[in-house]
């Protein structure tokens, strides 16, 4: 776990990879909860009989349930301990390479992007790169920013 205790071990950070979390399980359970969660029953990810025969050969996880994960696999790789409030202040750029199969295991990639100065504090872009135990494309890539109020 790496901790960022200041402003500047954030900045000084700023361009490296700063770690990789254990391997998490996606179960046909926690895709059947996220699409009861969003109202998104599409077949490919609910409907396991049907999807055997469908273009993955199986259920896959929800594009969206993997992004959701994001902030909990941060949790496992770092922590900021800045005095202030850390607020999701949205996403940059996210894309969805390969599908997560269910039953498979994904972890997170994570490196620091810029750390700017803002006027209620600093605002930090990360990097993460979701993927796939076995599988050379990642399932997702995304910039999230991060506001750290002072």
């Known amino acids: 776990m790496r901790v960022f205790s200041s402003f500047e071990e954030i900045e000084k950070a700023a361009g490296e990879e700063i770690g990789t979390s254990d391997w998490f399980e996606i179960d046909q359970e926690r895709v059947d909860k996220f699409a009861d969660a969003t109202g998104d029953h599409q077949w490919i990810h609910v409907d396991v009989a049907k999807a055997k025969d469908g273009p993955f050969g199986g259920t896959i996880a929800h594009g969206y349930l ?10 496992k790789i770092f922590e900021f301990e800045t005095p202030g409030a850390k607020l999701n202040y949205g996403l940059n750029k996210v894309r969805f390479p390969n599908p997560v199969p269910v039953g498979s295991r994904v972890r997170a990639k994570v490196t620091l992007g810029a750390a700017t100065d803002v006027s209620a504090g600093k605002q930090v872009t990360l990097q993460y790169v979701i993927e796939i135990e076995d599988q050379e494309k990642p399932a997702c890539v995304a910039e999230t920013v991060l506001l750290l109020l002072s």
């Open 66 to 75: 993997t992004l959701s994960l994001v902030p909990w696999l941060g949790s």
